[in-house]
């Protein structure tokens, strides 16, 4: 009955506003054409999605490597490239990688950062992999992990590998010799929000972020700071003052008040601003380690507040960080004095409570 009342409704209301049709005849499309486009915006979304991850890896590469002294006991034999198969992508874009790159089971060298130990070897986007140290090259649903673990025992018993790959359907063999790098996984996302973060041993980085950096040395920064974040422990820090705050919490439940974890989360954000501010700090001398301009950093960040004023409120990116003019002020007192050590020959790492200099 309700349905019968709708659908009357539903009629009467197209009588008295005269619903209208467009006027003009448009053209006939056919669903070939229609899947025809489809494929080709797969593609493009592909080739963008790799774009940027070779942008991305290429510059946090090179800060990995330079950030080891700041990194302790976070640190890996690498390297230095990225192997795919259909199955490390998403499904929707896996006949796109086949037509595209002739992606399949086998893994292949996608991502190659400048300077790395695989692009010194000479390998190239493409480079099928057959064997390494003379063990078959896993495939399939599982291969990335398998073959991460392959390279992980590898590189236990020596610092080099031997790769045996198919270029151009000819076989051929490259050595890999590994070098240090901080041990931090960098992934990517479909966020437009602008936005990066650190969890201690991954850094993300949304697509809005990459848009919004114009070149390398601003996305160098904001890596650098990210690295800094993971390599001075504060997801750590942070647990421990939850877990300190939450005692208390425990301690009123206990005489029956329910707190909602009130004091641990006020424990955890007590030092956030500091913890923002020595990631600035420490990301400024892992771009220096790096070779990497750190003179505009701080008009990257007054732009990205000027710009993205929801980023300094409550959740945004710079909610947390110190306030704008004592955010800047800092930073060109570390940029002075890194400059002023690179002047004069000390060694750049970050001053430590207590230092002389």
């Known amino acids: 009955m309700k349905y019968n009342n709708f659908a009357a409704l539903c009629v009467l ?10 006027s003009t005849r448009t053209t006939d499309i056919s669903e070939e054409a229609v899947d025809a486009e ?87 986007r493409g480079d099928k992999l057959v064997s390494i140290d003379g063990q078959a090259a896993p495939t399939g649903d599982d291969a990335y992990e398998n073959w991460q673990k392959l ?14 790959i198919i270029r151009d359907d000819e076989q051929s063999e490259a050595l890999i010799n590994a070098e240090k790098t ?20 991954n850094i993300v980085l949304s697509a809005g972020m990459l848009r919004f950096t114009q070149n390398d040395n601003e996305l160098a920064l904001v890596i650098a700071h990210e690295i800094a974040h993971n390599a001075m422990d504060h997801m750590e820090a942070k647990k421990a003052n939850y877990g300190s705050g939450s005692i208390l919490d425990i301690a009123a439940a206990l005489a029956g008040v329910n707190t909602g974890g009130a004091f641990g ?35 990257f960040w007054r732009r990205m507040a000027a710009t993205h004023p929801e980023s300094t ?45």
Do not use: W
């Not at 209301?13 to 049709?21: E, I, K, P």
């Not at 086949?98 to 390998?123: C, F, I, K, N, W």
């Not at 025992?153 to 031997?162: G, P, V, Y």
């Open 151 to 164: 390279v992980s025992s590898a590189l236990k018993e020596s610092d080099s590998i031997s790769l045996v």
């Open 265 to 299: 989360n006020i424990a955890a954000r007590s030092y956030t601003k500091g913890y923002e501010a020595e990631a600035d700090y420490v990301g400024l001398y892992i771009m220096a380690l790096a070779d990497i301009s750190i003179e505009d950093a701080p008009d």
């Open 38 to 124: 489809t494929r080709k915006q797969l593609e493009i979304r592909l080739a963008t999605d790799l774009r940027d991850h070779d942008r991305v890896m290429s510059v946090a590469y090179r800060l990995l490597k330079s950030s080891v002294p700041i990194c302790d006991d976070d640190v890996v034999q690498s390297i230095g490239f990225t192997p795919f198969n259909l199955h490390t992508l998403s499904k929707d874009v896996r006949p796109a990688a086949a037509r595209l790159y002739d992606m399949g089971e086998s893994l292949q060298v996608m991502t190659v950062p400048h300077g790395s130990p695989a692009d010194v070897a000479g390998l190239k």
């Open 313 to 357: 409120r409550s959740g945004g990116f710079l909610s947390s960080h110190p306030t704008t003019s004592e955010r800047f002020v800092a930073l060109d007192s570390a940029i002075q004095e890194i400059q002023e050590k690179q002047n004069s020959g000390v060694v750049l790492m970050p001053n430590k409570k207590g230092d002389s200099y």
């Open 13 to 22: 209301s197209m009588a008295l506003f005269g619903c209208t049709t467009p």
């Open 182 to 201: 901080c041990d931090y996984s960098i992934a990517e996302t479909y966020s437009d929000t602008v936005n990066a973060y650190a969890d201690g041993k």
